[in-house]
């Protein structure tokens, strides 16, 4: 069965430099979810979009911005890239018609790096 | 302020036993209540759900209980397998439509073979 995919699996940026983070929820799926996990934290969430629509916010930096896409994608942009901004960034998504039987599924988690 | 709390950060168990893992939250406005599986540098793994209309779920291996009153639920895995070892974390939310779901900070599971 088709998964929620992340890409790119692994990325090393420079201070300053900018990335960009995309996430492929399951087909049928309306909602998107972003993480941010650094060594040893919890998950701290970050963002979430419903039907393309911000639905939740949460420890974003000024920095990042993400949308979500008419196929439902969605993209994380993450500028002035600073050392404390490496973490595993994972997405998860759901859908609001069987949430409670399916919950959310996440993807692998795009593991990024800044140097 | 952490509002899903897992106090025990880890746990030991002989495989064949049963282990049980407990989550404690604060807001009474959670309706859902999910429980996952975490390997090191990877993406949470979906175990199992409860919602609140329910105080159980089975899938499995896994059952999940929930006290509303106590504001508390738990994870029992029956019987305990080497292969279960990781790090579990229960996560809440609040309604349906894209709000956040809030972890817990994780308990480290071993099963000692």
């Known amino acids: 069965a088709a998964g929620v995919i992340q890409s790119p699996r692994h990325l090393i940026k420079e201070k300053r430099e900018t990335a960009t983070l995309k996430c492929y929820p399951i087909p049928r799926h309306d909602t998107v979810y972003w993480y941010q996990q650094g060594p040893g934290q919890d998950p701290q969430f970050l963002i979430s979009?419903?039907?393309?629509?911000?639905?939740d916010k949460g420890s974003i930096p000024d920095r990042f911005s993400a949308q979500q896409f008419s196929d439902y994608h969605s993209e994380l942009n993450m500028s002035s890239l600073e050392l404390g901004d490496s973490a595993l960034y994972f997405c998860?998504?759901?859908?609001?018609?069987?949430?409670?039987?399916?919950?959310?599924?996440f993807g692998s988690g795009t593991r990024l790096t800044v140097v | 302020d952490q509002q899903v709390k897992q106090n025990s950060p880890s746990l030991s168990v002989q495989e064949g036993r049963i282990s049980i893992l407990n989550c404690d939250y604060t807001n009474s406005m959670f309706d859902y209540f999910l429980w996952y599986k975490k390997y090191p540098a990877e993406g949470p793994t979906f175990l199992i759900s409860?919602?609140?209309?329910?105080d159980k779920n089975e899938d499995g291996r896994f059952t999940v209980f929930l006290n509303k009153s106590a504001k508390h639920l738990s994870l029992h895995i029956v019987p305990s397998q080497p292969g279960d070892s990781a790090v579990y974390f229960c996560?809440?939310?609040?309604?349906?439509?894209?709000?956040?779901?809030?972890f817990g900070t994780g308990t480290s599971l071993t099963v000692i073979p």
């Open positions: 996560a809440a939310s609040a309604g349906n439509t894209g709000n956040q779901f809030y």
């Open positions: 998860a998504s759901s859908s609001v018609y069987d949430r409670d039987i399916y919950g959310y599924t």
């Open positions: 409860i919602s609140s209309i329910k």
């Open positions: 979009f419903y039907e393309k629509m911000q639905s």
